[in-house]
């Protein structure tokens, strides 16, 4: 089992930025991907970017170019950060940490990202 713990989001006006990071803790040895997702008042949960544990990244088309994830691992801990630049108001979100292992994956609490037009 994993712990996840978010931060840094917030209010930005559009095309500011924000590096929202999730601290991962526990089982890390089993860690396999790790990523953001974020669901939008009234719309689908979606994948933004992901990272596996061999530094393979993914970024949805409308984040391309915009959003870079990256991961850090020291101290027995996984930091996982999302660089987002050039946001727009369609960006406002929760943002949620996911982290995956073979068997199971775990969430976080969620960072509410709002981008004022």
């Known amino acids: 089992q994993v712990q996840l713990v978010e931060s840094g989001g917030g209010l930005v006006q559009a095309g500011g930025s924000l590096r929202p990071s999730c601290a991962v803790s526990?089982?890390?040895?089993?860690?396999?991907?790790m990523g953001w997702y974020r669901q939008a008042l009234g719309k689908q949960h979606e994948p933004a970017a992901t990272i596996t544990n061999r530094d393979r990244t993914e970024y949805a088309e409308f984040v391309k170019g915009r959003f870079t994830i990256s991961r850090d691992s020291a101290n027995d801990k996984i930091t996982v950060l999302q660089q987002m630049n050039g946001l727009e108001h369609e960006d406002t979100a929760a943002y949620y940490c996911?982290?995956?292992?073979?068997?199971?994956?775990?969430w976080g609490q969620g960072a509410q990202v709002t981008v004022s037009s």
């Open positions: 996911n982290v995956e292992d073979f068997l199971t994956e775990d």
């Open positions: 526990g089982r890390i040895l089993a860690v396999t991907r």
